[in-house]
């Protein structure tokens, strides 16, 4: 059925994204089929290409390369790029100034970071970037073995990525011809689990894909009401996949689990292999500098500097994702000598814990924050901290004193009362910066309650490797 989806159904139900999907996935697979040499000469060259593109064409990097004496023809993947670290902050403060003048700024697709790790920032794609990267997502799930067309049921809590009142036409094409059924997790309780099950035990799928921690709770679930079906492949992303959770996964669907990371920012770029001894970032796609902040139980960690090869529309260069790894000592035993994280440290969240047993994940409060306002003036950073099932503390970092700072807040604590669907009594508490974990990153949400007695509750409180400054 690939063939025939890739060739066919995507291109021409969504050709905006799909236009000549089935090419670019050939020239993805005839650069992994390259000698390794062949493969390092080549993204040396898509790399320099990138940046004489960024010079020639967005006047902020052709300042930032002079001023850094410093020609894109000199690059290097085996050195470090020559030029200051481009943060979130730079992409909100500077981002017209970051567009390519190659493109007419209607030509680009608008898109907007998680809120994650801070609040969202909108960005600018090519529309061949855009395709792209899509191709490569789904080169990355064949390293699992799901192909276009396979039966999936997908767990997700970004309502942005789902249709909430689908036409006909889009079941058909997502349901009949794409095989695809979405179970929005932006809400997680016994109810809504019970009906994830009886959609699963129908639909029968050959993937499960979805956020880490709520895989681990509806295995968890169904590991105590029992299953007819098994999966053949399981696929965890948009969260930290922690060990304790992996188990239980695998546990229950007696199959490894999958760990795929990307961002809003950067699209996905990097997956396990089928020998699950890390996740590799492809070459294809970015290149990727890992800048050592500290350490933690597991060795040292690095923050991922991603180059983005594929978006020249806004190029991203040594952009900052605010994520974490730490990196495994030797080569996979697949035999890719693409650079091989051991464990993503990064977005690391609770979940808010509900009078009635519920949970909303961590990571839809950021998605939800992203849908309220893609790009915040006032304030730069939150954390939501749990405190009773009736009150949240909310930390925030601001840019500048203005009136919008009100307004955000208000608007912050508003969609997530509207989320959780109960009014909870807020504290604002504004500081200077927000903690870190010893990895450097920013935790979203913390839950200083005790967990409930839930059958689900316990993938949302496991312990985390992180340790607390």
Known sequence: MSWFHTNFVLPVAEPQRYVGLSRRLGEIRKFER?????????????LRTLLEHAYNTVPYYRKQFDDAGFHPSQARIDQPIPLPVMTRDVLRDKSDLLLSTAFKPEELKIAASSGTTSTPVTFRRDVEGLRNKVALNFQLNTWAGYEPGDSVMMLWGAHRDLTMEPSWRWRLYEEVLMHRTSAPSGLINDEILERFRLRYEKQRPKVLYGYSTVLAVFASYLRQCGMRHKPSI?????????????????????????????????GMISAECSEHEGLHFHPWGSYVEFDRIGDTPDGPSYRILVTDLLNYGQPFIRYDTGDCVTLAIQRCSCGRWFPLASQILGRVADGILLANGGIVPGVTIGCQMTSLQQNFQAILQVQVVQKSHQHLHLRYVVRDQS????????????GIDSLIHQKMRWTLEKVSALPRERSGKIRLCLSEIKTPRSTFAAPFQAEQTLVQL
């Open 34 to 46: 390259m000698p390794e040499q062949q493969q390092r000469t080549a993204q040396q060259q898509r």
């Open 403 to 414: 009136t919008a700072e009100f307004q955000e807040l208000e608007s912050i604590c508003n």
């Open 234 to 266: 399981v696929i965890a992303t948009a969260e930290v996949l922690n060990e304790q959770n992996r188990k239980l996964i695998e546990s229950v669907f007696d199959i490894p689990v999958f760990v795929h990371y990307g961002s809003r920012d950067t």
